[in-house]
């Protein structure tokens, strides 16, 4: 079938006839050919025409054409209202052939207007066919109108629609790669600035994952085609799979080097020996490591490197070195200052003569019930933190009332009551987030739900969520505890006063919660139970 272009409606709403041949037109095969096509995700190419022709001929005549080793893959809409539902699900169009005149004259120019302002897409290429130019003039059309390029169905000869293609294409392969490309970039600035976040070094590695792919030009599907991995390795050669590309899986996993695949054990073992990038004939290892740790980028499908790519990687290197040893000593600040915390706990129990594990309790307890509430995972966090600072302000208290091995009497307790300020004003007016949070906890957590407490009288949800979390997880673990005034009760006991003290002493939807989950609260106690004191006798 010989093919040059599709002409102009005619006024029986039948096509043309094809005009004549030129030097540019192009012989295909009968459409029944079924020759293979090249491997590799499909660019999607949506048509849009009231006519059935134009479709059967653009199909026809870039049936063979490929553009970076991929085909096309057609879809069709005969009217705009149609095309506006497909477009509603169709994600991922490179390119869209648009008629300007269908049910109505303008109809191919509004939907323009609803593919860039009301769907925000800027990345599909817009190409204009229209067979009645004057219904819609090129130089306001361009002018008006968010579109790539404007083509009279006249002018568009075979040649021109192969040149055209290959031009709308490989500028939506970049625009979706500078997409990808800034994606990436955010998601490691974000894990780099997410200091706090448990997570933060998981989501860096696969924000560089990312971003290495597309150094390497992987783009599009080929992020999830090509073989890709992210491991850590430690002193026995052991690696913990920290992201994986392939097959658009994630993965965590340990595993020896032993154990990886041939192809890979080799490339491997000589960066961790040699500790460099390793550059292989369709595979390479980026090795981003310090004294004590590596950090491995295995990537496999890539194509020739040249110098300059080579000197790109190399400084991609150093700087996730330099980004990964920040989150490292991040890391190492956060779990410094949780010991920090927990010792100063331990200090004061140690003072009130109350050893054992009663902070940790009381920072797991809390934890647990922030997140039994619903709590996000940021406030947990600072909760679980904080918590064992509750009662930093016995610092201020005589030893004569702290260590009263009866019950206080008068002045006594009135001394006592003070530990709640003198904490709250230790902690506070630092600006840290965690102190913050702790002086509240100090002076709120011997407020009542009934208004009773003190140092203020704070009744219901006028205490802090964190003082009445931290209100319940010190009774309850205290109660249970060797004191110098009394020996630990039974956990019958304890259950029966958390429950009678419900809407009194504590809130009560928090004791509904400490009831419903008790054998997660009583694992805890599980996992750490005081050393009972020894008389010296054995």
């Known amino acids: ?54 479709h ?26 149609e095309a506006r539902s497909l477009l509603k699900t169709l994600k991922g169009v490179a390119v869209i052939l648009l008629d300007v005149v269908m049910e109505t004259d303008d109809a191919g120019l509004e939907l323009v207007h609803f593919i860039r302002e009301e769907q925000d897409n800027r990345s599909s290429r817009i190409i204009l066919r229209t067979g009645q130019p004057g219904q819609a003039p090129e130089r306001e059309v361009i002018r008006a109108y968010d579109i790539n390029d404007y083509k009279a169905k006249t002018e568009l000869t075979s040649q021109k629609l192969f040149t055209l293609m290959h031009a709308s294409l490989r500028s939506y392969r970049d625009i979706v790669t500078l997409e990808r490309s800034k994606a990436g970039l955010e998601k490691v600035i974000r894990a ?36 890709s991995l992210a491991m850590q390795v430690n002193s026995n050669s052991e690696l913990t799979v920290l992201a994986a590309s392939h097959d658009n899986e994630i993965g965590v996993r340990t595993l020896r080097v032993s154990q990886l695949p041939d192809q890979m054990q080799g490339i491997i073992r000589r960066a961790i020996e040699q500790k460099r990038n390793i550059f ?69 129990e140690t003072r009130s003569e109350e050893t054992g594990f009663h902070v940790k309790r009381v920072a797991l307890y809390s934890q647990l019930l922030g997140q039994l509430l619903g709590m996000p995972e940021e406030e947990v966090e600072v909760l679980k933190q904080a918590s064992p600072l509750h009662d930093i302000g016995k610092v201020g208290i005589p030893d004569a009332v702290l260590q009263k091995p009866g019950a206080l009497e008068g002045q006594e307790w009135i001394v006592m009551k003070t530990h709640a300020q003198i904490g709250h004003d230790i902690l506070s007016g630092s600006g840290n987030t965690l102190l913050d949070a702790a002086a509240v906890i100090s002076l709120t957590h011997h407020e009542r739900w009934d208004g009773r407490g003190y140092p203020f009288g704070l009744a219901g949800d006028q205490i802090p969520i964190f003082g009445r979390i931290t209100a319940l997880t010190d009774v309850f673990d205290a109660l249970g505890s060797t004191r110098c005034y009394k020996e630990p009760w039974p956990m019958e006991r304890i259950l029966q006063v958390i429950k009678t003290e419900r809407g009194k002493q504590f809130d009560p939807e928090l004791v509904d919660l400490m009831l419903s989950n008790k054998e997660k609260f009583l694992e805890i106690r599980g996992h750490y139970i005081d050393e009972l004191p020894t008389d010296g006798s054995g």
């Open 280 to 348: 292989e004939t369709g595979r390479l290892v980026v090795y981003c490591g310090n004294e004590s740790l590596a950090t491995l980028f295995f990537v496999e499908g890539v194509h020739l490197l040249s110098e300059i790519d080579r000197n790109l990687l190399n400084l991609f290197t150093e700087n996730i070195v330099v980004a990964l040893e920040n989150i490292r000593l991040n890391d190492v600040l956060r779990e410094s200052k949780k010991e920090i915390i927990y010792r100063l706990g331990e200090v004061i």
């Open 192 to 227: 780099s600035r997410g200091i706090f976040e448990q997570r933060a070094f998981d989501s860096f590695v696969e924000g560089a994952m990312q971003q290495l792919l597309l150094l390497l030009h992987l783009d599009g599907s080929s992020i999830y085609t090509f073989d």
């Open 1 to 54: 079938m010989l093919l040059r272009s599709v002409g102009q409606k005619c006024s029986q709403g039948h096509p043309a006839e094809l005009l004549n041949t030129m030097n540019d037109e192009l012989i295909f095969s009968d459409e029944e050919d079924d020759q293979s096509l090249p491997a590799g995700e499909a660019w999607k190419v949506l048509i849009i025409d009231d006519e059935s022709e134009v």
């Open 56 to 81: 059967k001929v653009t199909k026809l005549a870039l049936k063979r054409f490929t553009f970076d080793d991929r085909p096309l893959e057609f879809f069709s809409a005969y009217s705009a209202r």
